[in-house]
């Protein structure tokens, strides 16, 4: 950052100027790796483990800003019951079609989603056909309002 972006970084110094700890994640050892309290030198590839770590952590010691993450993230939409996971079928995800070779996402859809497909067309062109509208950005909406879980307690939430 103090490379890259020496004007945000300015922020980064006032912090510490102000007793911020900075910590630097990078393989490389760089100007800002230089003015942290503390550089981790991850190694290259291994960053989204990092990544989930940090997440994992944020999430089991309550550091989680719920303000903002229950009304404007997908964090408390559930999902439908069908959808399983990889590590509970042998590395695959659910909807995984042998005889075709390829996935039938549906059942990774939120409660009260339609199939992105339907009537074999391709994704996205029931609209331009005088569908219903209900495609947007190619991801489908759901025919009633989303089903959440304001509390995120319920296994089958996003989050």
């Not at 770590?53 to 944020?58: D, F, K, N, S």
Request: aromatic residues 10%.
């Amino acid at each position: 950052m103090a490379e890259n972006h020496p004007v945000g970084f300015q922020w980064v110094v006032e912090a510490r100027e102000r007793g911020a700890t900075v910590i630097h994640v990078d393989p490389r050892f760089n100007r800002t790796s230089a003015m942290a309290d503390l550089w981790v030198p991850l190694r290259a590839g291994s960053d989204i483990v990092f990544l989930g770590g940090l997440v994992r952590y944020a999430i089991e010691h309550g550091k989680v800003f719920r303000d903002y993450v229950v009304p404007y993230t997908n964090a408390a939409v559930l999902l439908k019951d069908e959808l399983r996971d990889a590590e509970d079928l042998d590395g695959l995800f659910s909807g995984w079609d042998e005889e075709a070779g390829k996935y039938d996402p549906e059942s990774w859809l939120y409660r009260g989603a339609t199939a992105k497909q339907s009537g074999g067309e391709e994704p996205g062109h029931e609209a331009e056909k005088g569908g219903h509208g209900k495609e947007r950005g190619g991801e489908a909406q759901p025919e009633q309002p989303q089903q959440r879980d304001e509390t995120l307690e319920d296994p089958r939430c996003v989050y």
